[in-house]
């Protein structure tokens, strides 16, 4: 009898020890997000999918998976036990609370015997990107005028009417200029008529958002800041695209993902090109591709395109106060939104001027 139950538990063994070197074959493990793009704090769904693609039972096996640090979990751990053939789908949720470009990082895999007497490691880098945008606010509630005579914010005003292409005519109101009067139509109403102009299609605004917070850039950079101006670039964004007003996105933020110096996307108008911007905008390190004075010397040569150029900024450095006086004068219609004060006492009059209001 000893002979025989011997004889059977080195054949116990011998089987556990064989199927657990097949264990780990033909078992698949990926996981991936319900969306690549979300909202600061929105839900993140995680779907890891496990599959045992064998006729043999996988009586042990247990999961880690790796988050990015800046998830409200950075590891998710659990066991199963996979019978032949089967698939295991799984739903977790994370949240985010910054901005920024996120990945599911990897997940560990560690199987067991039946009896416990083997392990096996398996190591899967993953690398699933989330983007998370940077929040969205009102433009009203987030900057207001330097100078209190401007009014409200209103990025209507920031368009200048362009004579050469007549929408339609309308009563005088009192604030047009003279000039602009409809004498034919005002003949005919027997009240004074006038011009309404529209801005053409050739004209549109461009935008530029600079990241620059210091010289040089990568030192004590003020991250604060840079977020705040960020955060103003999409609420400008999303009010000329509800205002329907054509403009251009530019960046001085490093792109690594073309050949050019940073981000330049030309004139248009479109809810997917909003998306794609506020995408962008939620990619954004911090390191820059050229100072903003560089940056200003190529928007001069393309000035016929624009009728208004407006800079986003963390602020206004020492350095960009002479180089703006001469953009301006030589550009034309120019708004500045700073997310910090500084300086801006001493940038050009004839500059629309915001601070920031966080």
């Known amino acids: ?10 054949v116990i063994l011998l089987v556990n020890r064989v199927l657990f070197l097949y264990s780990g074959r033909s078992l698949t493990y990926r996981t991936s997000t319900d969306k690549k793009v979300y909202e600061m704090g929105e839900i993140i769904k995680v779907m890891p999918v496990i599959e045992n693609r064998k006729p043999l039972t996988l009586p042990f096996l247990r999961v880690d998976e790796y988050y990015d640090p800046s998830f409200s979990v950075e590891v998710n751990s659990y066991s199963l036990v996979l019978m032949p053939y089967q698939r295991v789908r799984r739903t977790y949720e994370l949240t985010a609370a910054k901005r920024g470009l996120y990945h599911v990082e990897a997940a560990s895999l560690k199987l067991g015997d039946f009896l416990g007497f083997y392990e096996a490691y398996q190591e899967i880098p993953l690398k699933v990107p989330v983007v998370i945008l940077p929040e969205k606010r009102n433009l009203r509630k987030i900057v207001i005028p330097y100078h209190s005579f401007q009014g409200a914010v209103s990025v209507k005003r920031w368009i200048m009417d362009d004579p050469l292409m007549i929408r339609g005519i309308r009563e005088y109101t009192g604030t047009e200029s003279e000039r602009y009067i409809h004498w034919p139509s005002t003949l005919k109403h027997d009240r004074l008529m006038v011009k309404q102009f529209d801005f053409t299609a050739e004209k549109s605004v461009l935008l530029f958002l600079n990241l620059e917070t210091s010289k040089p850039f990568w030192k004590n950079p003020d991250l604060e800041a840079m977020e705040n101006a960020i955060v103003i670039m999409r609420a400008v964004m999303e009010e000329l695209t509800k205002e329907n007003v054509p403009f251009s996105f530019a960046s001085n933020a490093y792109n690594d993902h073309a050949s050019q110096r940073g981000y330049y996307f030309p004139p248009g108008i479109s809810k997917d090109s909003l998306k794609k911007y506020n995408e962008i905008l939620g990619k ?14 190529g928007f001069t040569r393309n000035k016929q395109s624009y009728q208004t150029f407006v800079l986003v900024t963390p602020g206004v450095l020492e350095e960009y106060l002479s180089p703006l006086r001469s953009f301006s004068k030589t550009f034309g219609r120019s708004v500045v939104l700073s997310a910090r004060e500084e300086n801006l006492n001493r940038l050009p009059k004839e500059m629309e001027i915001y601070k920031g209001g966080f």
Request: hydrophobic content about 60%.
């Open 1 to 10: 009898m000893t002979g025989i139950f011997v004889m059977l538990l080195l």
């Open 284 to 297: 954004m390190g911090k390191v820059i591709a050229m100072p903003l004075e560089e940056s200003l010397k």
